[in-house]
């Protein structure tokens, strides 16, 4: 029996490891769904929300050009001055949202499991971002941003329409003690949502978020921001 | 129990199994913590607002089981004058049931994370995640094993503890310090 006991103690360490392992392999990806959200409904809810969405330039520009406003000297870059997206990575179930910033992109995937932030250009009504481990090359027009995604070895499409505050791509930041948080989150229109939270080496789901609310992240409040605040910050 | 239990064939062949099956625990959790893709995910013990609090606090608890771990192995090596029979029902309770708070918090940080090497507070804390199941494994299989050298298991448990401390210290004394003392 004592002679046995260390044998015990080793198999019963390695029991829970494999029954904790068969429990994750079964667990499904988490992406919330909240109550779903009408454009109009909740733009008020901050300042710089109304804002934003009160600008006339947040919606994409046509993929055809006005021949009034070209001219005929040089085809102008029809490439949105502002734009954002978000859709489904396909395969996947993931989420991804990109914003368009007068030429500079920024993208964000996750299925709550794995996360990327990528950053690149857009023109000629073409985004290519990189971040790290992860790609994203998409066509815009049409209303939506259709490409492929590679995060790691796995590769999805994705076809990403235009959305509307509330909906879009929100990242929050802050360093607490000298550790950095970051936080995303990707609200599509249908009220799906996913996020997560990143801190020092470690990254879990995040809380859920009610766009235009902090986040309480153990106790820390978290401000999920809109992309004109971060469209500069994201360095993957 | 006690060092005067010595027999004259004391040798420290039969530590080379332990040793040798040790490391290779050591080495292929490394080399799974680095291999697989972290799958940013893991099951792990409910109750918790989170999976870092539900690791600091499981970890919190392994550690003050080791000091009971230390504290009832000098009563049995005579080193504090406690002699009672549940002394070593103590320590090989405390034991278990600190390793086995342990599995969830591994399983969660090598699952879901894998080995990091980019801050010196997380590879260290990888490598002596490594370490410390090595060593724990070498322990528990030099225990039943005779005629080893009287210094073994002093110095397999003392190797233990130190790695166990190691890694409170920089996961849970980590989170308690930067982000608060939060279940």
Not at chain 1, 65 to 77: E, L
Not at chain 1, 182 to 195: C, F, K, M, R, Y
Not at chain 1, 207 to 233: A, C, H, K, M, N
Request: proline letters at 7%; aromatic letters at 8%.
């Amino acid at each position: 029996m004592s002679r046995l006991g260390p044998m015990y103690t080793l198999a019963a360490g390695a029991v829970i490891a494999v029954a904790l392992g068969a429990a994750s392999l079964k667990a499904a990806p988490v992406i919330q769904q909240v109550a779903a959200q009408e454009d109009t409904s909740q733009t008020a809810s901050s300042p710089a929300e109304a804002s934003a969405s009160a600008t006339p330039e947040a919606s994409e520009t046509p993929t055809t050009p006005t021949p009034t406003t070209t001219g005929t000297a040089t085809p102008a870059d029809t490439t949105p001055k502002k734009a954002d997206y978000a859709g489904v990575a396909q395969g996947n179930g993931g989420l991804v949202a990109i914003a368009v910033r007068n030429g500079k992109a920024v993208a964000y995937f996750c299925d709550g499991h794995i996360e990327a932030w990528l950053k690149g250009t857009a023109e000629n009504n073409t985004i290519t971002l990189e971040g790290r481990d992860s790609l994203i090359t998409a066509a815009l027009g049409g209303g939506r941003a259709q490409g492929r995604l590679q995060v790691g070895h796995a590769k999805w499409r994705f076809v990403a329409p235009v959305v509307k505050k509330p909906s879009g791509l929100y990242r929050a930041t802050a360093i607490v003690r000298g550790a950095k948080i970051v936080g995303g989150w990707i609200v599509l229109p249908n009220g799906q949502e996913v996020g997560r939270v990143a801190i020092g080496g470690n990254g879990e789901p995040a809380p859920q978020f009610t766009p235009g609310s902090p986040v309480d992240y153990y106790g820390i409040p978290l401000r999920p921001q809109d992309p004109d605040y971060f469209i500069d910050e994201v360095t993957p | 129990m006690n060092d005067t239990h010595v027999t004259p064939k004391q040798s420290v062949a039969p530590l080379l199994v332990p040793l040798v099956v040790g490391g290779l625990v050591a080495v292929a959790l490394g080399v799974y913590g680095r291999a697989h893709a972290p799958t940013g995910f893991a099951v792990g013990v409910a109750g918790f607002s989170g999976p870092l609090a539900m690791k600091a606090w499981l970890t919190t608890g392994a550690a003050l089981l080791a000091i009971v771990q230390v504290l009832s192995a000098m009563a049995m090596w005579g080193k504090i004058k406690v002699s009672a029979a549940w002394v070593a029902l103590l320590h090989r309770w405390s034991g278990r049931i600190a390793f086995l708070l342990t599995i969830p918090v591994a399983f969660h940080c090598l699952y879901s994370l894998g080995a990091q090497y980019d801050v010196p507070r997380v590879m260290i804390h990888s490598l002596l995640g490594c370490f410390f199941y090595g060593v724990f494994t070498a322990k528990m299989l030099a225990l039943p094993r005779r005629g080893l050298p009287g210094w073994t298991l002093p110095v397999l448990g003392g190797l233990a503890f130190t790695a166990l401390i190691g890694l409170w210290l920089t996961s849970s004394f980590w989170f308690f310090t930067t982000i608060g003392v939060r279940f």
